[in-house]
């Protein structure tokens, strides 16, 4: 008999939405997170959740403070030289997407874990997979020097792009996929009002800007920058001007300037791993997958994965039904591959390639004049944006 029946490693929104589905459902678990409760909830991510997100939340019981302070929003805008378009989600699929920040999704869910007595082993050291194409696969960890082993009958490896998961499924099995971008993110905090009521993607001549927000009174914002800069180069003067100057003239004026209080540059890569499950070991999340986050596809394809997860694993137990188990990896797959697509196709439409030449802006300032034209080309971008069905 084993100690538990899935250990998940990994406190992240992925490792923690499953262990709520599986609570919901009376399947025991275990959660090794190698980080402390403070870290884990202090990371700053990305904040727009798919309906399909939402609808997961309220299924796992978290979902109160989502809807007292989130935002529901209907539409989002693409900002060009051409001028501004809005995408109109709600018109043109009758769905909208939540924002929310990630920070609050994992926090609702490490609440709602400890509050009812689930185990969470923060700062668990040198996790380590064993035996995990048996059917008997086991975790062992270790704390103040002491080692501790916990048997199980399936691990869910949650634990994220830099994680223990991925690499132990072998070499000559797993397949990878990869694009890396020649530019990161330079994103800012400020606790100032945003911009605009939506968020605006912007394609300009100096690169991509994104203003996003966290509420009211709190404001995200991006600027695609080389890889080769420093935070220390951007000043808060030189990012509102340069914010400016890329949102443009319609945007631009409604900017609220104050003193950002998380300043940080990212790197943009897209990665698929299959497959997503080795014997009793199943990947979900940036465990499995890495999307650049222009789609805000990162968080949203970890919901879904542990979704279908959590619906493998409930009718195994369930009624002995193995094929949700056998089919996690196709299914997973099938959503992440087009979200994969999404994300790079938005990338590639918003930011600047130098490498592509003149010819390759002119194809984006002509794919945005179409979109700004077009119903269908609104309806496609509007259908993902908020999220293709889960099948
Ligand atoms: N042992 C235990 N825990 C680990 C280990 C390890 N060896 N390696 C990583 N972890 C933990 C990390 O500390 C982190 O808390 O696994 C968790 C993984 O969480 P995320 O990286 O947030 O991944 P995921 O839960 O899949 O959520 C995906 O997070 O990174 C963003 O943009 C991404 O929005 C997406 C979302
Ligand atoms: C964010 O608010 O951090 C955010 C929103 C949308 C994106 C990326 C990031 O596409």
């Not at 020649?182 to 993607?201: K, R």
């Not at 949102?247 to 003193?259: C, F, K, M, N, Q």
């Not at 596809?297 to 979704?307: E, F, I, Q, R």
């Not at 590639?348 to 945005?368: D, N, Y």
Request: some cysteine; charged content about 25%; hydrophobic content about 40%.
């Amino acid at each position: 008999m084993a100690n538990t029946k899935v250990a998940i490693i990994g406190a992240g929104p992925a490792g923690m939405l499953l262990s709520q589905l599986l609570h919901v459902a009376g399947i025991d678990f275990v959660i090794l997170e190698r980080k402390s409760r403070d870290y884990v909830e202090g990371r700053v991510r990305a904040g727009v959740l798919e309906d399909t997100t939402v609808k997961l939340l309220e299924r796992a019981g978290v979902a109160d403070r989502m809807h007292r302070e989130g935002l529901p929003h209907g539409g989002f805008a693409l900002a060009s030289e051409d001028g501004v378009t809005r995408i109109d989600m709600a018109a043109l699929t009758g769905r909208s997407v939540m924002v929310y920040g990630q920070t609050e999704v994992t926090r609702d869910l490490i609440d709602a874990c400890l509050a009812r007595g689930g185990r969470v082993e923060f700062e668990a050291e040198d996790v380590a997979l064993h035996d995990v194409d048996s059917e008997t696969p086991s975790v062992t960890w270790r704390r103040d020097g002491v080692e501790h082993r916990l048997s199980c009958d399936f691990i869910a490896g949650c634990d994220g792009y830099h994680g223990v998961s991925r690499p132990s499924i072998p070499d000559d099995v797993l397949r990878t996929f990869e694009r890396v971008y020649p530019f990161g993110w330079l994103g800012v905090l400020a606790e100032v009002p945003p911009c605009d009521h939506e968020l605006v993607y912007s394609n300009h001549e100096n690169g991509f800007a994104l203003a996003s927000m966290r509420s009211p009174t709190r404001s995200r914002y991006y600027l695609q920058v080389p890889l080769t800069d420093q935070v220390s180069e951007w000043s808060d003067e030189r990012f509102w001007d340069e914010l400016a100057v890329r949102l443009g003239p319609t945007i631009a004026p409604h900017i609220v300037r104050g003193p950002s209080f998380e300043k940080s540059i990212a790197p943009l890569r897209s990665f698929v791993a299959e497959p997503m499950r080795h014997g009793r070991l199943f990947l979900a999340g940036d465990a499995a997958h890495i999307v650049p986050p222009t789609g805000a596809k990162g968080l949203n394809l970890a919901a879904s994965d542990v979704a279908m997860l959590a619906d493998a694993l409930i009718a195994f137990y369930g009624s002995g039904d193995a094929s949700g188990i056998d089919g996690y990896s196709a299914r997973a797959l099938a959503r992440v591959w087009k979200a994969e697509r999404f994300s790079w196709w938005f990338t590639s439409l918003m930011h600047r390639f130098p490498e592509t030449g003149a010819f390759g802006r002119k194809m984006q300032t002509a794919e945005i004049a179409y979109i700004r034209q077009s119903h269908a080309a609104q309806q496609s971008i509007a259908e993902n944006y908020v999220g293709l069905p889960l099948d």
